[in-house]
């Protein structure tokens, strides 16, 4: 199948990552069709999507027409066959469980099109594993959308072991009609390229909470200080701990387990303390927004230990070949964590010594083997990588 036969898209899953799918996809003129297991989850996605088109509205980014003319290329069903039957492309949007994500493409691939391309959004999971439940796995992929998906502008294309380069042509090519920016993950690696990133800074951020000589207030003020639209803090708040302690146990499984989430996160979500969404977590979220300190701000961990870490990290996710380039690992990371330029970009300038430096500061305060600077780090020669 060519990019140019794509009409129609199917996502399985209405809820904060689907509706959104189906939004930007409507909203790019195709068909599309929401499929959930209730008739309700498929009223709530609807009424999200509505309001998310009020504030465009409101903002005169679409006209009243646009707004009808979206939400009329949005069918709602929780019928498989009818979802999926003459869709092209089928995007996968459920919770996060590896059986759930192979039952649902195991019916998906029964009823779709012999051609039609599949793609999970999962944020974690092998995309080869979840491919071994369709009947053609070259067709396969993963599709990594950033919530929420309206404002976030990157797409990671993952190929798995079996992707086939016409699958993820195709799927960069759809990615970029609905606006929004590809960058294509040659290997199926945990975390991909963003969230790995990010993996060992997760691993920080709870190794600070359980040694508690930092107030959460206060490397947050410290990171907005810097431009970071939110603190690490309040942003693990508004995604859920349940989601933040989820991913560093798959980390653990799967990378180090030195990813292994520590006493004080355990402890907030068996306590139900998850954050936003339940009106707790590190931060008090009971009006809705985080009560933060903003009096202090951090001198003790700095905003250029963790990019040191960042950078560090990035290094090894370009040796293991998981980013084409590093200007892709850039792009990924500018769009991918609203950031203001990728790691690569911003350490260019710094001498190897701070670097190692402060690599060297977190491995021995923390105790963390994950810290320590790779030699592209430590001589300076991460800055020749292309
Ligand atoms: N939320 C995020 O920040 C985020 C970011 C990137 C990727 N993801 C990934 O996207 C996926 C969905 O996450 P979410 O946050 O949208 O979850 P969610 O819980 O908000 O929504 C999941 C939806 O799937 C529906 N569902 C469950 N079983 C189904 C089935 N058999 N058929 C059809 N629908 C079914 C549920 O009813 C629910 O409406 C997960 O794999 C998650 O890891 C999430």
Known sequence: MEFADVKKVAVIGSGDMGHGICQVAAMAGYTV??????????????????????????KNKITEQDKEDILARISAT????????DAQIVIEAVPEIMDLKKSVFSDVSANAPANAILATNTSTMSITEISK???????????????????MKLVEIIKGAETSDDTARVLVQFTEAIKKIPV??????????????????????????????IKPDELDTAMKMVGMPQGPYELADYVGLDVFVHT?????????PEFKPGKYLTAKVKAGDLG???????????????????SRNCQDITPMEMLAIQINEAVRVFKE??????????????????????????????????????????EDRFGLAIFKAEPEVADGSFKEMK
């Open 248 to 256: 560093l146990t798959y980390y653990a499984e799967t990378l180090s």
């Open 133 to 151: 439940s369709v009947s053609n796995p070259r067709r396969f992929a993963g599709l990594h959308f950033f919530n929420p998906v309206n404002r």
């Open 321 to 362: 070949g998981i980013a084409a380039s590093v200007a892709d690992i850039d792009l990924a990371v500018v769009h991918g964590m609203k950031a203001m330029a990728g790691p690569f970009a911003i350490c260019s300038g710094m001498q190897p010594g701070q670097l190692t430096e402060a690599l060297q500061k977190l």
């Open 276 to 294: 936003k969404k339940t009106g707790k977590g590190i931060y008090d979220w009971s009006t809705g927004k985080p009560v933060i300190d903003t």
């Open 78 to 85: 929780t019928d498989t066959a009818k979802a999926v039957g």
């Open 184 to 213: 294509v993950v040659l290997k199926d690696s945990p975390g991909f390229i963003v969230n790995r990133i990010n993996a060992p800074n997760q691993a920080l951020l709870s190794a600070i909470l359980d040694e508690g000589k």
């Open 33 to 58: 069709a929401m499929k959930d297991v209730k008739q309700e989850f498929l009223d709530r996605g609807m009424t999200r999507i509505a309001e998310s088109l009020d504030i465009l509205l409101s």
